[in-house]
């Protein structure tokens, strides 16, 4: 079964950073590409970014290029999201999801999410 548990979710201050994190278990990490999506209150769940599983290949919504930094380190079974300058529109819950190809062609298993938060 495979499982995700994303950490790293919290109050910021516009302007600040959060690093977020993904663990995966029960399927070999290393051979599928990951993903990062955020779910606003009242907004439907969208994209944010995405790696491909040798993390060589990246691609990010529109929204957050230049501030956010998606990583993977396959040894650690662990998928990242780095975002720097935050902004109160990126308040979501953030779920990391596990894809199918690159760029991926859908995604099969989901976090539950964390929560982020940012104040202006």
């Known amino acids: 079964q495979v499982q995700l548990v994303e950490s790293g979710g919290g109050l910021v201050q516009a302007g600040g950073s959060l690093r977020l994190s993904c663990t995966a278990s029960?399927?070999?990490?290393?051979?599928?590409?990951m993903g990062w999506f955020r779910q606003a209150p009242g907004k439907e769940r969208e994209f944010v970014a995405a790696?491909?599983?040798?993390?060589?290949?990246?691609t990010y919504a529109d929204s957050v290029k230049g501030r956010f930094t998606i990583s993977r380190d396959n040894a650690k079974n662990a998928l990242y999201l780095q975002m720097n300058s935050l902004k109160p529109e990126d308040t979501a819950v953030y779920y990391c999801?596990?894809?199918?190809?690159?760029?991926?062609?859908?995604?099969?298993?989901w976090g539950q999410g964390t929560q982020v938060t940012v104040s202006s």
């Open positions: 999801a596990k894809g199918m190809g690159f760029p991926p062609k859908g995604y099969d298993y």
């Open positions: 790696i491909s599983w040798t993390g060589i290949s990246t």
């Open positions: 029960g399927c070999t990490f290393g051979a599928y590409s």
